[in-house]
T-cell receptor
C-alpha cells in the first residue's frame, strides 16, 4: 500500500505570496490532518479534515486554510506569507472508520513539504 | 487543553546502552499515547503506542510504560544501535470522534555513538 504523499517536497516563496500544498492520504483513509513543524515550536496541529469537512482546528491565523476533496486528497493554503511561516508542513492520514469498532486511529505521516519564506 | 512535556531534549548514548525518554501529560482524559521516530528528511513514523488500560507494552528492543496516576509515560530502548539515532516524539490523545487530535511533546534528539 502506498504511503502518504506530499507535493511539492520543497518550496521557496517570498513574503506576501501565497502557497498551496497537497497531500494524498493512504488509500481508504478518510481523515487528513496537517501539522506545522519548526525547531522552536515543535509539531503544532493546524487542522483536520474528514469527509470534506473541517472537523478540528488548531490555533493558527485565518491565513492558513485547507480543504479536502471527495477522494480524500487534501490541500492547505497559506496566504500573505510571513517569514515565520518557514517550516516543515506535515500531513497525516488515518482510517477513522468503524470497521474495527475503535475510535483510536493511528496516524501515518507523509515526508512533509519544506517551505522557506524569504 | 492537553499539555505534554518531554525530557530530555537531547540524549547521547554509546551503542549497546539503554535510552529512556520521559513524558508527562496534563489531561486525565487522555487515553492513547503514541511514540514517533523521525529521521532526517522524513515524516514521523509510529514506533509503538500504549492505551490507558495497559501499564506496559514491549516490541523487541522498544518498550513503553504508562503511569496514569502520575500522568507520565516513558519510552525505553535497549541495546541501542546507531540506526536508532533520530528525533523521538511522544504524544497524548483523548479517544472518541472529533477529539482525537494528539498533542505532541517537543521531541528528544537521540544520538547513538558507535
Amino acid at each position: 500500500k502506498a504511503g502518504v504523499t506530499q507535493t511539492p517536497r520543497y518550496l521557496i516563496k517570498t513574503r506576501g505570496q501565497q502557497v498551496t500544498l497537497s497531500c494524498s492520504p493512504i488509500s481508504g483513509h478518510r481523515s487528513v490532518s496537517w501539522y506545522q513543524q519548526t525547531p522552536g515550536q515543535g509539531l503544532q496541529f493546524l487542522f483536520e479534515y474528514f469527509s470534506e469537512t473541517q472537523r478540528n482546528k488548531g490555533n493558527f491565523p485565518g491565513r492558513f486554510s485547507g480543504r479536502q476533496f471527495s477522494n480524500s486528497r487534501s490541500e492547505m493554503n497559506v496566504s500573505t506569507l510571513e517569514l515565520g511561516d518557514s517550516a516543515l508542513y506535515l500531513c497525516a492520514s488515518s482510517l477513522d472508520g468503524t470497521v474495527r469498532g475503535s475510535s483510536y486511529n493511528e496516524q501515518f505521516f507523509g515526508p512533509g513539504t519544506r517551505l522557506t519564506v524569504l | 487543553g492537553e499539555n505534554v512535556e518531554q525530557h530530555p531534549s537531547t540524549l547521547s548514548v554509546q551503542e549497546g546502552d539503554s535510552a529512556v525518554i520521559k513524558c508527562t501529560y496534563s489531561d486525565s482524559a487522555s487515553n492513547y499515547f503514541p511514540w514517533y521516530k523521525q529521521e532526517l528528511g522524513k515524516g514521523p513514523q509510529l514506533i509503538i503506542d500504549i492505551r490507558s488500560n495497559v501499564g506496559e507494552k514491549k516490541d523487541q528492543r522498544i518498550a513503553v510504560t504508562l503511569n496514569k496516576t502520575a500522568k507520565h509515560f516513558s519510552l525505553h530502548i535497549t541495546e541501542t544501535q546507531p540506526e536508532d539515532s533520530a528525533v523521538y516524539f511522544c504524544a497524548a490523545r483523548s479517544g472518541g470522534r472529533g477529539s482525537y487530535i494528539p498533542t505532541f511533546g517537543r521531541g528528544t534528539s537521540l544520538i547513538v555513538h558507535p
